[in-house]
T-cell receptor, first 114, second 110 residues
């Protein structure tokens, strides 16, 4: 059983399009995250949700909108895609979101914007 | 303004020898440090962690050392095995979020 799953695994789209990436965790965790791995390979936090409530919202363009229908799901919707959005996006979850929590990552979604 | 840096993009080690991966950070408010391991086409998986109140934590073949005065941590793997070949990320926690380095690709040669 996959603990943290993401769909799709690969996404190729044109500039200006709107796309969504879905994330689901079956670990019963309260906190979920979205990370972006940029071209320099740094993994950077974008958002975190705890029990469907937004906790962390880094300096991310408002074209990116996370949506958490329930605590097992955190989807990422991106409007008006730009070339610079090309990256690998990782979803993660952790039990409570406290400082010593281990985060469990999904396999990543490679987004390519043409 | 990367607060966590791994200055070696790659490292190659002979099987059975010690692998040492290094990480430097700039923010003295970080209170918890972690190492994650990543295989191709998979997400990072947690390996080992250390609190800022400690200077060493050991788990089997893996030991993490923390030097707070130098703002430096290292991961030692001994003996290195072929299955250890992966990208290793160090991460530091502050303000309820993890800050990751850019990773070091470790290759274990038979």
């Amino acid at each position: 059983d996959t603990a943290v799953s993401q769909t799709p695994k690969y996404l190729v789209t044109q500039m200006g399009n709107d796309k969504s990436i879905k994330c689901e965790q079956n670990l019963g965790h309260d906190t979920m995250y979205w990370y972006k791995q940029d071209s320099k390979k740094f993994l950077k936090i974008m958002f975190s949700y705890n029990n469907k409530e937004l906790i962390i919202n880094e300096t991310v363009p408002n074209r990116f909108s996370p949506k958490s229908p329930d605590k097992a799901h955190l989807n990422l919707h991106i409007n008006s895609l730009e070339l610079g959005d090309s990256a690998v996006y990782f979803c993660a979850s952790s039990p409570t979101g406290t400082s010593t929590d281990t985060q469990y990552f999904g396999p990543g979604t490679r987004l390519t914007v043409l | 303004d990367q607060q966590v840096k791994q200055n070696s993009p790659s490292l190659s080690v002979q099987e059975g020898r010690i692998s040492i991966l290094n990480c430097d950070y700039t923010n003295s408010m970080f209170d918890y440090f972690l190492w994650y391991k990543k295989y191709p086409a998979e997400g990072p998986t947690f390996l080992i962690s250390i609190s800022s109140i400690k200077d060493k934590n050991e788990d089997g073949r893996f030991t993490v050392f923390l030097n707070k005065s130098a703002k430096h941590l290292s991961l030692h793997i001994v003996p290195s095995q072929p299955g250890d070949s992966a990208v290793y990320f160090c991460a530091a926690r502050g303000a309820q979020k993890l800050v990751f380095g850019q990773g070091t690709r470790l290759t274990i040669n038979p």
